[in-house]
């Protein structure tokens, strides 16, 4: 099994950039499909975005649409989430979960609940 870890979480002010990056170990990265999460205090754990093995495939959900991009290299072993124009409301712990397939929700919602392997995630807070 894939074993994952976050970082590059932090303080950002808001309309700054972040860049998080999901590496794993364990088994190379190019069996799996890698999803976005984030959870922040009093909601529900959201899927951000997601992309498929061979990179042919993305999705964001529609509020970080144009600003964030996931982006991944096997070589490295590493999935990436480049965040700009930083919002307050993306403030939450973002985690990186790894399965064979990104799966959707009948609304075209990324699901979380199929995914079999996370990382323990990092903090992400945007405020002046």
């Known amino acids: 099994q894939v074993q994952l870890v976050e970082s590059g979480g932090g303080l950002v002010q808001p309309g700054g950039p972040l860049r998080l990056s999901c590496a794993a170990s364990g088994r190379t990265l190019d069996y799996y499909a890698i999803g976005w999460f984030r959870h922040a205090p009093g909601q529900e754990r959201e899927g951000v975005s997601c992309?498929?093995?061979?990179?042919?495939?993305?999705y964001y959900t529609d509020s970080v649409k144009g600003r964030f991009t996931i982006s991944r290299d096997n070589a490295k072993n590493t999935v990436y989430l480049q965040m700009n124009s930083l919002k307050p409301e993306d403030t939450a712990v973002y985690y990186c979960?790894?399965?064979?397939?990104?799966?959707?929700?009948?609304?075209?919602?990324?699901?979380?609940?199929?995914?079999?392997?996370w990382g323990q995630g990092t903090q992400v807070t945007v405020s002046s």
């Open positions: 992309i498929s093995r061979s990179s042919s495939s993305t």
């Open positions: 979960a790894a399965d064979s397939l990104c799966y959707f929700s009948d609304y075209g919602t990324l699901l979380d609940v199929d995914f079999g392997s």
